[in-house]
Nanobody, 124 residues
Framework: QVQLVESGGGLVQAGGSLRLACAASERTFSSYGMGWFRQAPGKEREFVATISWGGGSRYYADSAQGRFTVSRVNAKNVMYLQMNSLNPEDTAVYYC?????????????????WGQGTLVTVSS
């Protein structure tokens, strides 16, 4: 069972940038489809971005399109989320997730493994 660990969260001012990382414990990471989700206080978990096993397919939520970039380095068992032009509405706990099918996926129930999350706080 793969273990996922997020890092890179923190406090940033509006307009700033952060890069989140998701490190996987197994080399089988390269066969997994991966995704980023977030959950703001009092709200449901929502999709942010997803990338296929080889990185050839990527999709974003409307709120992330044009500001966030998802990428992965399979040789290092890591996925990234570069977040630019952050605003207070981006404040949330960000989770990475993996699916064994290797495909992109927008629904949380399509994922098999989850990390513990990393908190991103954007101040105005």
């Amino acid at each position: 069972q793969v273990q996922l660990v997020e890092s890179g969260g923190g406090l940033v001012q509006a307009g700033g940038s952060l890069r989140l990382a998701c490190a996987a414990s197994e080399r089988t990471f390269s066969s997994y489809g991966m995704g980023w989700f977030r959950q703001a206080p009092g709200k449901e978990r929502e999709f942010v971005a997803t990338i296929s096993w080889g990185g050839g397919s990527r999709y974003y939520a409307d709120s992330a399109q044009g500001r966030f970039t998802v990428s992965r380095v399979n040789a290092k068992n890591v996925m990234y989320l570069q977040m630019n032009s952050l605003n207070p509405e981006d404040t949330a706990v960000y989770y990475c997730a993996a699916n064994r099918r290797g495909l992109t996926a927008r629904r949380a129930d399509e994922y098999d493994y989850w990390g513990q999350g990393t908190l991103v706080t954007v101040s105005s």
